[in-house]
């Protein structure tokens, strides 16, 4: 148990750190911040969700007492918590066997876990996304002018007054910038805290601390009432005002979401190519050197979503068996 704590307490020591970099201002601080929730979920994974918390408590009072209250509560609420709950949902599992005695004096058997769905873990990453980004523009203000308002001044603080007034269009730019800023923070949060926890078991799996099996990526599938709360979110974007913010927050993390289940459905429609590999490498290359086709795979998880594809697919051409 005390080097339970002791770890616990490292990795939030590491996290704090990780997090208060920000304040430097260099360029490795960014990755650093956004890298924060790594300690904390590794000791979950490893450790127990218990760790994590004993962890983020320290390090939450640590940047408390030496930055104030407003560093302790968004480390809490934008490190933490995510961290925590992520590695207790990862290693959240039900027996799918009673497990009984087969009564000749054996020991019993040992039931088969059936593991939290990655599709859940996905949403509730989308959940922990808006709602860290809905905390953030809050801070700027109540109302959409108001936030509107606080992005600009940033946003014209960054360019400096000389190259705000020098560039063509300038206005139509930044007023373009401060639209979509509140969708790809959102996109941002999304994108760190799957890869944070993505990070975090492939580290615990190697060292052999994953304590459940490495889950089939391909299959994750978010629930079915995603579809509607997507479409619910679609439709409030037109209301306007703070809530028509709120909800392009809310539309960005979903659509991220579907994003990545339209990778898990790429993979299982190419399991019977030969050349199979290729294809994937490809595909990734040219959306890291293009960006846009992304949302060919929104499209694709959203159809997936839909007509169930992937389901088709595996009923009709099962996979082939791998060679002995």
Same mark, same amino acid.
């Given at each position: 148990?005390?080097?339970?704590?002791?770890?616990?307490?490292?990795?939030?020591?590491?996290?704090?750190?990780?997090?208060?970099?920000?304040?430097?201002?260099?360029?490795?601080?960014?990755?650093?911040?956004?890298?924060?929730?790594?300690?904390?979920?590794?000791?979950?994974?490893?450790?127990?969700?218990?760790?994590?918390?004993?962890?983020?408590?320290?390090?939450?009072?640590?940047?408390?007492?030496?930055?104030?209250?407003?560093?302790?509560?968004?480390?809490?609420?934008?490190?933490?918590?995510?961290?925590?709950?992520?590695?207790?949902?990862?290693?959240?599992?039900?027996?799918?066997?009673?497990?009984?005695?087969?009564?000749?004096?054996?020991?019993?058997?040992?039931?088969?876990?059936?593991?939290?769905?990655?599709?859940?873990?996905?949403?509730?990453?989308?959940?922990?996304?808006?709602?860290?980004?809905?905390?953030?523009?809050? /801070? *700027?203000?109540?109302?959409? +002018? #108001? $936030? =509107?308002?606080?992005?600009?001044? %940033? &946003? @014209?603080?960054? !360019?400096?007054?000389?190259?705000?007034?020098?560039?063509?269009?300038?206005?139509?730019?930044?007023?373009?910038?401060?639209?979509?800023?509140?969708?790809?923070?959102?996109?941002?949060?999304?994108?760190?805290?799957?890869?944070?926890?993505?990070?975090?078991?492939?580290?615990?799996?190697?060292?052999?601390?994953?304590?459940?099996?490495?889950?089939?990526?391909?299959?994750?599938?978010?629930?079915?009432? /995603? *579809?509607?709360?997507?479409? +619910? #979110? $679609? =439709?409030?974007?037109?209301?306007? %005002? &703070? @809530?028509?913010? !709120?909800?392009?927050?809310?539309?960005?993390?979903?659509?991220?979401?579907?994003?990545?289940?339209?990778?898990?459905?790429?993979?299982?429609?190419?399991?019977?190519?030969?050349?199979?590999?290729?294809?994937?490498?490809?595909?990734?290359?040219?959306?890291?050197?293009?960006?846009?086709?992304?949302?060919?795979?929104?499209?694709?998880?959203?159809?997936?979503?839909?007509?169930?594809?992937?389901?088709?697919? *595996?009923?009709?051409?099962?996979?082939?068996?791998?060679?002995?």
């Amino acid at each position: 148990m005390i080097a339970i704590v002791l770890i616990a307490i490292a990795a939030g020591s590491a996290s704090a750190l990780m997090f208060a970099s920000i304040i430097s201002g260099a360029l490795i601080s960014l990755l650093l911040f956004y890298l924060a929730p790594l300690p904390l979920m590794v000791v979950a994974l490893g450790w127990g969700p218990l760790g994590a918390t004993v962890g983020g408590i320290v390090a939450a009072i640590g940047l408390g007492a030496i930055f104030g209250l407003p560093y302790c509560i968004a480390f809490a609420v934008t490190v933490a918590l995510p961290a925590w709950w992520l590695g207790h949902l990862a290693l959240l599992g039900r027996p799918m066997t009673s497990g009984v005695s087969p009564g000749n004096g054996a020991s019993p058997v040992a039931p088969d876990l059936e593991w939290y769905p990655v599709g859940r873990i996905l949403l509730w990453i989308s959940g922990f996304a808006a709602l860290t980004t809905m905390a953030a523009l809050l /801070t *700027l203000g109540t109302d959409a +002018a #108001a $936030i =509107a308002g606080a992005l600009r001044r %940033g &946003l @014209l603080r960054m !360019l400096g007054p000389r190259e705000a007034s020098s560039t063509d269009g300038a206005e139509q730019w930044i007023d373009a910038v401060v639209t979509i800023a509140p969708a790809a923070a959102a996109i941002v949060a999304m994108m760190t805290l799957t890869l944070n926890l993505w990070l975090a078991a492939k580290i615990t799996a190697t060292s052999g601390r994953l304590h459940r099996p490495w889950p089939d990526l391909k299959s994750a599938a978010l629930p079915p009432m /995603t *579809l509607v709360a997507l479409c +619910a #979110a $679609i =439709a409030f974007c037109f209301t306007g %005002g &703070l @809530l028509a913010i !709120l909800a392009l927050i809310v539309t960005a993390a979903l659509m991220v979401a579907y994003g990545l289940t339209g990778f898990a459905v790429l993979h299982t429609l190419t399991l019977a190519l030969k050349s199979r590999a290729l294809w994937l490498g490809c595909t990734y290359a040219i959306m890291v050197v293009f960006g846009w086709p992304v949302l060919a795979m929104v499209v694709l998880g959203l159809a997936d979503a839909i007509f169930g594809f992937r389901q088709r697919y *595996l009923r009709g051409r099962p996979p082939p068996l791998p060679a002995s």
